[in-house]
């Protein structure tokens, strides 16, 4: 089962940065493709970045943060980043790692505490 422990949100001016890390505890973390969500209150998970798996990953990004989000990972130490340039208000949310495509949401599906990531002035 994956086990999923996210961290480094904050809170940060625009213009300023950020790198979340999401460990799996549970190691299975080396078979999938992960992917980083983002919630805003109210609203659904949303795709933000995935990674593929394998020996040569390869990152994908949602428009608004193509060029100022960098997805990575660590297969050896079961770990995601992601690093975020430039945030933005419109990035402020609470921020999931899991396998891409995802599971439901809870509580029919498995997804950690996540990290919340507030942008503002």
């Known amino acids: 089962q994956v086990q999923l422990v996210e961290s480094g949100g904050g809170l940060v001016q625009p213009g300023g940065s950020l790198r979340l890390s999401c460990v799996d505890v549970?190691?299975?973390?080396?078979?999938?493709?992960m992917g980083w969500y983002r919630q805003v209150s109210g609203e659904q998970r949303e795709l933000v970045a995935r990674?593929?798996?394998?020996?040569?990953?390869?990152?994908w990004y949602e428009g608004p943060v193509r060029g100022r989000f960098t997805i990575s990972r660590d297969n050896r130490k079961n770990t995601i980043s992601l690093h975020m340039d430039n945030l933005q208000p419109e990035d402020t949310g609470d921020y999931y790692c899991?396998?891409?495509?995802?599971?439901?949401?809870?509580?029919?599906?498995?997804w950690g505490q996540g990290t919340r990531v507030t942008v503002s002035s």
């Open positions: 899991n396998r891409y495509p995802p599971p439901p949401p809870p509580p029919s599906g498995h």
């Open positions: 990674i593929t798996r394998g020996a040569n990953p390869t990152g």
């Open positions: 549970g190691g299975m973390f080396s078979r999938l493709d």
